[in-house]
């Protein structure tokens, strides 16, 4: 892979992965109003970590994922399902919404809620996912 | 109570950290948890005496009709505090059996998520609840018994042990459905257990068999009773919790909570005091022939499960009474003989039994404990054991039918035990010292405070049997015949039948126990036991079913993509083409369609690409005009205002382009494999799709059959779930069980993937 990476492209990337990443989020947060959602910042993130890995190698790739794709897919999974059960500790049924909106200075409202947990569950399952299988491909192409 | 239910869980989760961070006192610490819970179910003991069963209701599922209820009655909370009670001692034993072992954080976290299934099964008042929590600890017992997955028997046994509790688990959920049926459509066991008329039900016959399938395949009743020696390949603590409180005794439980609904017909005497009685006598006699510690002690739990199974199908006033004590009494010294087993093993290397004597006097608190407990197992007085024999002696002899055949069985099993409990408590301490493994010393506190207060409990409730009768047993006898009976346990009951029954069982035992080892040299000729067991029969099943699952995976799963292709376009078309056919009418109704000029620029784009990737010669031309294929897709989803959908096209759009580059290098030179004709056949079948696809729209979009959902769905929106992005509410919010499956789904899939990757490239390294 190192042999692809030109000087530009890696250039790009390391400017690159930042914004996509930061705009994954974006997409991630605004996604209950405005298009976006989990599944599509996930995608975007894996995107952004794609194009670094085409720039760099797959061993610079895996520490800035900060953990193991396998171990993402599992906090994912953990966040989706525990979003779900946290209303039953309420006294509501399984995967009743939660909303505790919050008033932010500068922000205006923030809704945070268990729909966002889960959210975000299936936002690092999708990258991970994506990271695990580009990552293994990238490797045993090495 | 939902808290001390999930708590075990919830701390499993917790449980790998906090072993690793508390070091040696873990044991100790963790057992707080049990120990807590334990108390928490002895402040229900007055409640439920009081006023009666209690129903505790959380919603969980209400569309599905499926709550997270608890109901808390005598039986329940006699099996919550036997569960939670042996539990703690077991946790702080566990501590000390596998000292320093590398993975014992692993075995507290499935150790605690095994507890907490375990109560869940006892305290669940929904049935799907139940079997949620029943199919648990199947999966949980199979990590706990192969927890020694570095041995192949371990994982062997493990595996056997969860596709015999699994297989009948899947038997008992038919079986549960049919109760739920039966009882008016209630999936709550308060309700369907109220309705008299459970018995009168059509498919009776059918129900009971389905759900004694369950609970005879997890209480290890003859014919399935093989698993449970095998569990013992499962560290010592899980085999004494396993054996004496939980796992086996599941079964058992959901017969005495099923008693009062569909019991006391003769299918279910007959069904459950047969196999019972022939599993009690099967479990002695196999106990008779075993040398191992561990060995005689799974046995004699066989014996118990068949006598509990068997006073339950009697059903009589006596045999629930005798039922209960005896599951009381078989829980505290089962549990107790266990852990000292395990002590011995560990402190002296061996566990076979001809190997160990003399050692009464480096281990004299095993010896003095080994010999109370075994006193109750051997059903002597002052036992409580003893008073739990009198009365299925009495229960017996008393039964409405066939009584001379329990009887008969009761007492042969009865010699045999005598027996080996002798055998049990002597043996390894009598004698002349011999040579072990390891230089005997007693065990730590740890291991021996476990068995010292199960077994003086033994002692205790032997004395002042009113006290776990009134508190504990009596209770339990209510929920499962249904009615309260009055009635108190003692160790004197005069000089009467059972008395002399008893009398005749312990010098024939005893001198049984004298000539052991000839009756081993006996036995150890008879291998056409170990030869035609229906363990036999379970791994001809097996090997059966791997020669069918390669015979159709040759068939079905045979490697080639354009033939899983074909089979499931074809198959598509034929059923869908047929139903459309049929159900649209003629002149089929096709919908009005008007072109703006843009879109059919991009669809003329799509198919363009479309043509071109299935002709070109080049791969890297069809990478880039699928690419045009998909990018068109997304246009024309941001025509229709979808861009959620569109932004995700792209996305996986882009993705798809990054794998194919990463795999392209791998790839041969492209080159003409497929002949014309088949090249020609393939044609056919694509353009029938596609032909089938655009019909169906056509159709679709000329009949509205009911109002779209999508309306509704835009309505509530906003005021219900606070999302304007209507696509993103319903993938987490109204919908978000279903996603949750997608994304398991997603994550299963990227591990097969990632399997698949792994295991060319370790092909490739050898």
């Known amino acids: ?43 975007v993130a894996a995107v952004g970590f794609a194009l670094y890995l ?37 006294g509501l049924p399984f995967f009743t919404a939660l909303w505790w909106p919050v008033e932010m200075p500068g922000f205006g409202e923030v809704k945070f809620s268990t729909p966002l947990i889960f959210d975000i569950g299936v936002y690092m399952v999708v990258l991970g996912s994506v990271m695990k299988i580009i990552l293994a491909l990238a490797e045993a192409e090495e | 109570m939902l808290i001390a239910v999930l708590s075990g869980f919830i701390l499993a989760a917790f449980a790998p950290w906090l072993t690793r961070s508390l070091g040696d006192k873990a044991g100790w610490i963790l057992a707080l948890l049990p120990a807590g819970l334990f108390a928490y179910f002895l402040t229900w003991v007055p409640v439920v005496i009081t006023d009666g069963a209690q129903v505790v209701h959380y919603p969980w599922i209400p569309g599905l009709d499926i709550s997270l209820s608890i109901l808390v009655d005598g039986l329940s909370l006699l099996f919550a505090l036997l ?17 320093g072992h590398e993975d014992l954080p692993r075995f507290y976290a499935i150790m605690f998520s095994f507890m907490a299934a375990m109560l869940g099964v006892v305290l669940s008042n929904n049935i799907i609840t139940l079997f949620v929590f029943w199919e648990l600890t199947s999966i949980t017992s199979y990590l706990l018994i192969g927890f020694h997955h570095e041995q192949k ?41 109220a309705n008299e008329d459970l018995r009168e039900y059509g498919f009776y016959t059918g129900m009971v068999i389905l759900i004694l399938a369950g609970t005879f395949t997890k209480s290890a009743q003859v014919p399935f009773h093989f698993w449970l020696p095998n569990a013992m390949a499962a560290p010592t603590p899980v085999s004494a919790f396993l054996h004496s409180a939980t796992m086996v005794k599941a079964g058992v439980y ?216 009134a508190a504990l047993v009596a209770p339990a006898v209510e929920s499962v015949y249904g009615a309260p009976i009055d009635f108190d346990l003692y160790l004197w009951h005069g000089i009467n039948l059972p008395l002399m029954l008893s009398v005749l069982a312990v010098a024939l035992g005893l001198l049984l126990f004298w000539k052991w080892n000839a009756v081993l040299a006996v036995f150890s000729r008879m291998t056409f036991i170990d030869r035609f067991g229906p363990e036999r029969g379970y791994e001809k099943l097996m090997d059966g079913l791997v020669w069918l699952a390669a015979w159709q995976t040759r068939l079905l799963q045979n490697g080639y993509m354009r ?21 649209a009418g003629s002149p089929m109704p096709l919908g009005d369609i008007s072109f703006s000029l843009h879109e059919i620029v991009v669809a003329g784009l799509v198919v363009m690409g479309a043509i071109v990737a299935s002709v070109t010669s080049s791969r890297l031309g069809a990478v880039a005009t699928l690419g045009m294929v998909g990018f068109g897709i997304a246009l024309i989803y941001v025509f229709f205002s979808a861009p959620d959908l569109g932004t995700t096209q792209i996305m996986v759009e882009t993705l798809t382009v990054i794998l194919l580059v990463l795999v392209l290098f791998r790839l041969p030179s492209f ?70 499956g997608e994304i398991f789904v997603v994550g299963l899939a990227a591990i097969g993937v990632y399997a698949m990757i792994r295991l060319r490239a370790e092909d490739k390294a050898k």
């Open chain 1, 1 to 43: 892979m190192n042999s692809m990476g030109s000087l530009i492209l890696r250039t790009t990337a390391r400017f690159l992965l930042p914004l996509l990443l930061l705009f994954s989020v974006f997409v991630l947060l605004r996604g209950h109003d405005e298009p976006g959602g989990g599944f599509i910042a996930g995608l």
């Open chain 1, 54 to 90: 085409f720039a760099f190698d797959a061993a610079r790739t895996k520490p800035l994922l900060v953990m193991e794709p396998q171990v993402m897919v599992g906090a994912g999974l953990l966040a989706a399902t525990v979003s779900g059960i946290l209303p039953v500790f309420a």
């Open chain 2, 83 to 99: 569960i939670s009670g042996i539990g703690t001692f077991i946790i702080i034993y566990a501590g000390g059996y596998l000292h």
């Open chain 2, 153 to 193: 028997d371990a994982r062997w046994f493990a595996l056997q042990g969860l596709l015999v509790t699994v297989g009948g688990g899947l038997a008992l959920l038919a079986g549960l459905i049919m109760l739920a049926l039966a009882g008016g459509g209630s999936f709550e066991l308060s309700e369907i257990l």
């Open chain 2, 254 to 469: 959901l017969m005495a909570r099923l008693n009062p609904g569909i019991g006391g017909t003769e299918l279910w005497l007959y069904a459950l005091g047969i196999f019972g009685a022939l599993t009690m006598f099967t479990g002695s006699f196999m106990a008779l022939r075993s040398t191992g510690l561990k060995a005689v002690l799974a046995y004699t739990t066989i014996m118990a499960l068949g006598t509990l199974t068997m006073l339950i199908g009697i059903g009589t006033e006596q045999a629930i009474i005798a039922a209960m004590t005896f599951l009381l009494a078989h829980a505290l010294y089962k549990a107790s003989l266990f852990m000292l087993a395990g002590a011995l093993d560990h402190e002296t290397g061996t566990k076979d039994i001809t190997k160990l004597g003399g050692l009464r006097r480096l281990m004299p608190i095993t010896f003095v404990t080994a010999c109370i407990a075994a006193l109750s197992l051997a059903g002597l007085p002052p036992l409580f054991g003893f008073i739990a024999k009198e009365l299925m002696f009495e229960a017996a002899l008393q039964a409405p039918t066939i009584g001379l055949f329990f009887t008969v069985l009761a007492v042969l099993s009865a010699i045999m035990i005598v027996a080996m409990a002798a055998v049990f408590a002597l043996r390894p301490f009598i004698g002349d010292l011999k040579e072990t493994p390891k230089k005997p010393h007693e065990a730590p506190l740890s291991m021996l405070i476990g068995p010292v207060v199960l077994a003086s409990l033994s002692l205790i409730f032997g004395l002042v049997g009113f006290l776990p009768a």
């Open chain 2, 563 to 583: 033939n899983y292709l074909i089979t499931i376009v074809l198959t598509t078309v034929a059923l869908t083409g047929w139903t459309l056919f049929v159900h």
């Open chain 2, 671 to 740: 080159q003409k494999l497929s002949s014309t004709a088949s090249r020609m056949r393939d044609a056919v079948v694509a353009v029938s799709l596609g032909g089938l696809m655009t019909l169906l729209i056509l159709a679709v979009n000329a009949v509205e059959v009911t109002e779209p959902i999508s309306d509704q769905l835009v309505a509530w929106s906003y005021p219900e779930a606070h999302g304007r992005n209507i696509v993103n509410v319903i993938l987490v919010d109204f919908r978000a069980l279903d996603t949750l």
